[in-house]
């Protein structure tokens, strides 16, 4: 089997990005990104892409128009395609069986209907979005039901890129994985795609296991990747208690090699699309298969986390002498890490969120968060319109916010907010002025010699 043309189902944070590379490093192969989202393709046909990734912009230009081509023409693009990617969103469900937990696979079946339907020869079908494991063999029976021919091959090929460094990630990734049935037929349709990514990948770099592993593999690496911040999280309470001092503890343990030192950065909490909404997917799945001490085990890297956020609202309550009514607090960062506009599931927006509710006068400030998502995101954890009328101000630097405010929060580790002029932000807020750093970026030591009272994660 040679793929000469690709389609890819969904052009979102992996499919936009993954495809721009594959057409980047593989001249020879014809890729089209489909989505049903008319304005997002008009975003990638234009230039101000829909995402903003470092690096990303260049490989965009480079091969738009040559052989990448983003449309709204899912049905002719499925038809002409040899292998079709399939990355559409599967977010946590929010109602019926599983709410809260279980993820909705209601536009993964949407699209296995639209290939059924419109492919009319042999094809590779490739899951490139996280799923539940098992999800390849309900996209063969939709499949196989709703088709005359029934040669599809389903492949499992998880993305591991992290956002802010999606570029790097596919240049050079720690590993490709590509999961297949262990059948004749399976391995030709495995091949196919380890030919794709070998033209700039090597073939030591690129892992094949059955469907089922591959599939699981993607959960579990972002399971222990967060239960790593968890880890150190729990540890960062256990240092402000005791005098300890959180990244010491992370270097001395890091500095193992059996543990190795990433992923070991205390914070206000994790965020993104992916951990919490990964790890809630195998708490279902656990459950799911009768194994409840598994489920509860991994729910409580979760747990762990919602706790982080709140202990680190409560912590601003407390040392403001108990009450944020009516005083202004300058929030620094709403993204759920730097270098990306993504605020899914930040940290941010819960702090805000309680922060709010407790009457402070919030003055955000974020470099690359458009107004709009601020306000969606609030919506979206239960502040009212009126609040967000009353109590937010978005503001267009970091002076702004904390000028005449009482404290001030950093939640996102943007480079800038480590080199603001802190002398004349003093002179400008209330005094005690307090400063509370979610992400340890901030020079602590400068602070306090400026009149700071500063307060920092699991710094005793
Ligand atoms: C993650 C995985 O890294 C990636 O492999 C997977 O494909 C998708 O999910 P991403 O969500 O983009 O990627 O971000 P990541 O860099 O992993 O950070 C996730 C969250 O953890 C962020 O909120 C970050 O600030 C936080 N974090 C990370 C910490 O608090 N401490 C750390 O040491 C590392
Ligand atoms: P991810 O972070 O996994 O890339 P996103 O939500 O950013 O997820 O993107 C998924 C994209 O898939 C969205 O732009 C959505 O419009 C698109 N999509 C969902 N279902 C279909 C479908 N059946 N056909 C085409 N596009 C789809």
Same mark, same amino acid.
């Given at each position: 089997?040679?793929v000469n043309r690709i389609c890819c189902i969904g052009a979102?944070?992996?499919g936009g990005?993954t495809m721009a590379?594959i057409a980047?490093?593989c001249?020879?192969i014809h890729v089209d990104v489909v989505d049903l989202? #008319?304005?997002?393709i008009?975003?990638w046909n234009?230039?101000?892409?829909?995402?903003?990734?470092?690096? !990303?912009?260049?490989?965009v230009?480079?091969a738009r128009g040559k052989n990448l081509f983003f449309s709204t023409d899912v049905e002719e693009s499925i038809a002409a395609a040899d292998l079709i990617f399939v990355s559409?969103?599967?977010?946590?469900?929010?109602?019926?069986?599983?709410?809260?937990?279980?993820?909705?696979?209601?536009?993964?079946?949407?699209a296995?209907?639209m290939i059924?339907?419109n =492919?009319?020869?042999?094809k590779?079908?490739v899951?490139?979005?996280? &799923?539940?494991?098992?999800?390849?063999?309900? +996209?063969?029976?939709? !499949?196989?039901?709703?088709?005359?021919?029934?040669?599809?091959?389903? $492949?499992?090929?998880?993305?591991?890129?992290?956002?802010?460094?999606?570029?790097?990630?596919?240049?050079?990734?720690?590993?490709?994985?590509?999961?297949?049935?262990?059948?004749?037929?399976?391995?030709?349709?495995?091949?196919?795609?380890?030919?794709?990514?070998?033209?700039?990948?090597?073939?030591?770099?690129?892992? @094949?296991?059955?469907?089922?592993?591959?599939?699981?593999?993607?959960?579990? =690496?972002?399971?222990?990747? #967060?239960?790593?911040?968890?880890?150190?999280?729990?540890?960062?309470?256990? /240092?402000?208690?005791?005098? #300890? %001092?959180?990244?010491?503890?992370?270097?001395?343990?890091?500095?193992?090699?059996? &543990?190795?030192?990433?992923?070991?950065?205390?914070?206000?909490?994790?965020?993104?699309? /992916?951990?919490?909404?990964?790890? !809630?997917?195998?708490?279902?799945?656990?459950?799911?298969?009768?194994?409840?001490?598994?489920?509860?085990?991994?729910?409580?890297?979760?747990?762990?986390?919602?706790?982080?956020?709140?202990?680190?609202?409560?912590?601003?309550?407390?040392?403001?002498?108990?009450?944020?009514?009516?005083?202004? +607090?300058?929030?620094?960062?709403?993204?759920?890490?730097? %270098?990306?506009?993504? @605020?899914?599931?930040?940290?941010?927006?819960?702090? /805000?969120?309680?922060?709010?509710?407790?009457?402070?006068?919030? =003055? !955000?400030?974020?470099?690359?968060?458009?107004?709009? @998502? &601020?306000?969606?995101?609030?919506?979206?954890?239960?502040?009212? %319109?009126?609040? &967000?009328?009353?109590?937010?101000?978005? /503001?267009?630097?970091?002076?702004?916010?904390?000028?005449?405010?009482?404290?001030?929060?950093? $939640?996102?580790?943007?480079?800038?907010?480590? @080199?603001?002029?802190?002398?004349?932000?003093?002179?400008?807020?209330?005094?005690?002025?307090?400063?509370?750093?979610?992400?340890?970026? $901030?020079?602590? %030591?400068? $602070?306090?010699?400026?009149?700071?009272?500063?307060?920092?994660?699991?710094?005793?």
């Amino acid at each position: 089997m040679k793929v000469n043309r690709i389609c890819c189902i969904g052009a979102g944070y992996v499919g936009g990005p993954t495809m721009a590379m594959i057409a980047a490093k593989c001249p020879h192969i014809h890729v089209d990104v489909v989505d049903l989202n #008319a304005e997002r393709i008009a975003a990638w046909n234009s230039d101000e892409l829909p995402i903003y990734e470092p690096g !990303l912009n260049d490989i965009v230009v480079e091969a738009r128009g040559k052989n990448l081509f983003f449309s709204t023409d899912v049905e002719e693009s499925i038809a002409a395609a040899d292998l079709i990617f399939v990355s559409v969103g599967t977010p946590t469900k929010s109602y019926g069986i599983g709410a809260g937990r279980a993820a909705d696979l209601c536009y993964i079946e949407s699209a296995a209907r639209m290939i059924a339907k419109n =492919a009319k020869g042999p094809k590779i079908i490739v899951e490139k979005s996280t &799923i539940p494991v098992r999800t390849a063999e309900a +996209i063969r029976t939709i !499949l196989g039901a709703n088709s005359d021919h029934g040669q599809f091959q389903v $492949l499992s090929n998880p993305e591991f890129l992290a956002e802010g460094t999606a570029v790097e990630d596919l240049t050079e990734p720690d590993r490709i994985l590509i999961g297949g049935e262990r059948t004749p037929e399976g391995d030709a349709a495995v091949e196919a795609l380890v030919s794709v990514y070998a033209n700039w990948v090597s073939r030591d770099r690129i892992l @094949t296991t059955n469907l089922w592993s591959s599939e699981l593999s993607k959960l579990v =690496a972002n399971a222990f990747l #967060a239960q790593r911040i968890s880890s150190i999280n729990s540890i960062s309470a256990l /240092c402000e208690a005791t005098g #300890a %001092d959180v990244d010491e503890v992370g270097r001395a343990i890091g500095t193992d090699s059996r &543990i190795g030192p990433k992923f070991l950065k205390a914070s206000v909490g994790f965020g993104g699309s /992916c951990f919490q909404k990964d790890i !809630l997917n195998l708490v279902y799945l656990c459950e799911h298969f009768g194994l409840p001490q598994v489920s509860q085990y991994w729910h409580a890297v979760v747990q762990m986390n919602d706790w982080q956020k709140e202990r680190f609202s409560t912590k601003i309550v407390k040392t403001l002498f108990n009450t944020v009514r009516g005083k202004k +607090i300058a929030i620094l960062g709403f993204a759920f890490k730097k %270098d990306t506009n993504d @605020t899914r599931e930040s940290a941010s927006i819960y702090v /805000c969120r309680d922060l709010l509710s407790e009457g402070a006068n919030i =003055a !955000l400030y974020d470099p690359k968060v458009p107004v709009s @998502t &601020i306000h969606a995101d609030l919506n979206y954890v239960g502040v009212s %319109d009126e609040v &967000i009328d009353r109590q937010l101000t978005i /503001c267009s630097s970091a002076e702004e916010a904390t000028d005449q405010s009482h404290g001030l929060a950093v $939640l996102t580790e943007w480079d800038e907010f480590a @080199t603001l002029d802190f002398s004349a932000i003093y002179d400008k807020m209330f005094k005690p002025a307090f400063v509370f750093d979610g992400r340890n970026v $901030l020079p602590h %030591d400068k $602070l306090r010699e400026l009149g700071f009272d500063v307060y920092a994660i699991g710094k005793g």
